[in-house]
């Protein structure tokens, strides 16, 4: 009665609703995509910043010691809102020019009123991020590579969010950084050499959702460049070497498969594993394996950690964040609300900045 191609056309007809109805479940959101532009761009700023830092004399830290120039931090400021907390950070850097660099990342499509006073022209190059999706790991590396390129006295890059306040005055940053590690290495006996700068960078693998990250691309993705024995998760707050920073945005690799985009957008937070796992398979011994960010993640909420409000703010509180587990002091808090600033500043200087 019905010959075959009709009712293979039919059918067909019969589908494509259905076809609409269910690609939006199977298909990534468009937005999650890098778009190529956005790749390429990217990609050259990174070479750059590999070649400046291969010349000669493009390393700090290998210099210490051989020139009079300080080595800096390079203070990377990852944002899509206002710096609230920038009259605290003004405080904390006051006097200490030369010994720093600040870089913001703010995205472009975010009405952002300019902070000023040291935050002054410090906007770097910057392309849209979203939470749930690797843009956040290319604004870093972009964070990094611009930071690597602007000044080879950069030595340590501290990525920091609009959320976070110092706990600690620069000097003692700056000498726990620096100074400890060089006296901590030259009283050791021990004949084993750890690196005398190390990255501060939470790696952990035990996490009980690991899995569920590990296949949010879907099963097998990762294969073979990230088997699940090697994957990782850890804080987004990280303060890298530079030697880390470069291998960070020379890599390849990983980052073709931690730039796809998640299906399972509860279980997506890519720069919470790309930068751990690169590390601790490239250079485990160079890391802590623990952050110097303080976040409480009591009572947290939809993937966000507890926030301070104005009313909990006290000397007692700042003490209380700084002690940490490691021979380091947490050096950063977060989060706090906007609204935090009065009560924060008002405790700056016989607090925050007495150490
Ligand atoms: C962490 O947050 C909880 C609320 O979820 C609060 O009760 C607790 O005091 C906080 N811890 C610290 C150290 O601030
Ligand atoms: C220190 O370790 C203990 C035991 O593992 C843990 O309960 C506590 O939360 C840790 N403190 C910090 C600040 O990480």
Redesign the pocket.
């Known amino acids: 009665m019905f010959n075959t191609p009709f009712v293979l056309s039919f059918a067909l007809l019969l589908s494509l609703p259905l076809l609409f109805f269910f690609a939006p479940r199977f298909l990534p959101p468009k937005h999650a995509q890098i778009p190529l532009p956005d790749e390429l761009d990217d990609l050259a700023l990174f070479r750059r910043a590999t070649l400046a830092s291969i010349r000669p004399g493009g390393s700090a830290v290998s210099r210490l010691g051989t020139t009079k120039s300080k080595p800096k931090i390079a203070f990377l400021f990852l944002t899509n809102s206002d710096i609230h907390f920038a009259p605290i950070w003004q405080l904390f850097f006051n006097n200490h020019l030369g010994l720093y660099n600040i870089y913001i990342h703010a995205d472009p499509s975010s009405k952002i009123t300019p902070p000023g006073g040291v935050f002054e022209g410090r906007f770097i190059a910057a392309k849209r991020t979203q939470r749930a999706t690797p843009t956040l790991i290319s604004a870093e590396r972009r964070l990094l590579a611009t930071a690597l390129l602007d000044d080879s006295l950069n030595s340590y890059f501290a990525l920091v969010s609009p959320s976070c306040i110092p706990l600690h005055s620069f000097q003692f940053m700056y000498n726990s950084l620096f100074i400890k590690p060089i006296t901590e290495s030259t009283s050791s006996s021990s004949q084993i050499s750890t690196p005398l700068y190390r990255s501060f960078i939470e790696i952990l693998h035990d996490d009980p959702y690991l899995k569920d990250r590990y296949i949010s691309r879907g099963k097998d993705v990762m294969l073979p460049e990230v088997p699940f024995n090697r994957f990782r998760v850890g804080s987004q707050f990280f303060v890298l070497t530079r030697q880390h920073a470069l291998v960070v945005i020379k890599d390849r690799r990983l980052w073709r498969k931690f730039r796809l985009p998640c299906h399972n957008l509860d279980s997506c937070y890519p720069e919470e594993h790309y930068f751990p796992t690169l590390l601790s398979m490239e250079d485990p011994h160079g890391c802590t394996h623990y952050t110097l960010t303080r976040v409480?993640w009591?009572?947290?909420t939809d993937g966000h950690p507890?926030t301070?409000g104005p009313a909990?703010i006290s000397s007692k509180?700042i003490r209380?964040?700084r002690v940490s587990n490691s021979s380091y002091s947490f050096m950063f808090a977060r989060k706090f609300s906007p609204d935090c600033l009065q009560p924060l500043l008002d405790i700056a200087e016989k607090v925050i900045f007495r150490d």
């Open positions: 409480n009591t009572g947290s507890y301070y909990e509180l209380e964040l």
